[in-house]
């Protein structure tokens, strides 16, 4: 009986430790990145409607708009989102090289916004000569964040050393 109380007791400090751990630290409901978006500009978007989920995930994937995209052979692709309960930030970050796609370092929601920190996932390649270029790559991430009427306020890591502390840089408000 004893070891029984014990470990209910130990679950519930695991559990309750767990959860204050996830409300210190809270993400995006959906991460999706990547390395070979159709977008080659950098931009950022807030997306609040399948409509414009639609006409951006066409111009991600290289296709031409259309208004009259068919949802249920969804030939792109194209992931459902509960816009009623959701909203889309996405992050396109243009033509470079050397990065395996985006990570989220923090999602902090203020009184009137909410902050999304994010990182590149950069790597060295070898250099073979002074042309090497390393690998090309068009980087975005869809991030699905639970819908809000708050101003969205993206910033991203632009420290370049290792082992050094983070250096925010807002790139983009995205209006409510």
Request: net charge neutral; glycine share 6%.
């Amino acid at each position: 009986m004893k070891k029984t109380v014990g470990l209910l007791a130990v679950a519930t400090v695991c559990v309750t430790v767990g959860l204050a751990a996830a409300e210190d630290n809270p993400r995006p409901l959906v991460t999706l990145t990547g390395t070979d978006s159709h977008v080659t500009a950098c931009s950022y978007h807030r997306v609040a409607s399948e409509d414009e989920w639609i006409k951006i995930w066409q111009w991600h994937k290289g296709e031409k708009e259309s208004k009259d995209y068919d949802l249920f052979y969804n030939p792109l692709g194209l992931p459902s989102i509960d816009f009623e309960k959701c909203m889309v930030i996405t992050v396109f970050q243009g033509s470079g090289v050397n990065s395996a796609g985006l990570k989220v370092v923090a999602l902090l929601e203020e009184r009137d916004r909410i902050v999304l920190r994010f990182e590149d996932k950069r790597y060295q390649t070898m250099v073979y000569g002074p042309r090497d270029e390393g690998d090309k790559v068009t980087v975005y991430g869809f991030f699905v964040l639970p819908r809000s009427s708050k101003k969205v306020v993206l910033e991203e890591n632009v420290q370049n050393y290792i082992g050094q502390p983070p250096v925010w840089k807002e790139r983009a408000s995205l209006p409510k």
